[in-house]
C-alpha cells in the first residue's frame, strides 16, 4: 500500500481520464482515493461543472495544442471558470493521445 505511507502534504493521487463516463470517472476517483481528475480530453463544459459538483478535489483539463500555436485565453478562461483548478498542455500529434515528448513552443 504505497499510498498509505506518503507523508500528508505529499505527491498527489491523480487519474487520467479519456472516454470513461462521469459515473466511472467518480467510482475510480472513490474507490482510489484520488486527489485530482486529469481529463485527457478537457471534456464538455456541462461535464466540467458535473464533474465539479461532485469531486472535491481538483480537475485539471488536458489541451491538445499544435506545437507551432497555442490555445485562446478566452478557452482558458472559460475552463477556469467551469471549475478547472489547472490546465494542462500537451503537444497534439496526430493519431496519439498524449505523453509523446513533442515540445511546444
Do not use: M
Request: charged share 20%; aromatic share 6%; hydrophobic share 45%.
Amino acid at each position: 500500500a504505497l499510498f498509505g505511507v506518503l507523508p500528508a502534504g505529499g505527491p498527489k493521487r491523480v487519474g487520467v481520464f479519456g472516454a470513461q463516463t462521469d459515473a466511472e470517472i467518480l467510482a475510480i476517483a472513490e474507490s482510489a482515493g484520488l486527489d485530482v481528475l486529469q481529463l485527457t480530453y478537457g471534456a464538455e463544459r456541462e461535464r466540467r461543472i458535473g464533474l465539479r459538483s461532485h469531486f472535491a478535489g481538483e480537475i485539471w483539463a488536458v489541451a491538445h495544442v499544435p506545437p507551432s500555436a497555442s490555445v485562446p485565453a478566452d478557452t482558458l478562461r472559460r475552463w477556469y471558470d467551469d471549475g478547472i483548478d489547472a490546465i494542462v498542455l500537451d503537444a497534439a500529434v496526430p493519431g496519439q493521445l498524449g505523453g509523446t515528448g513533442v515540445r511546444l513552443s
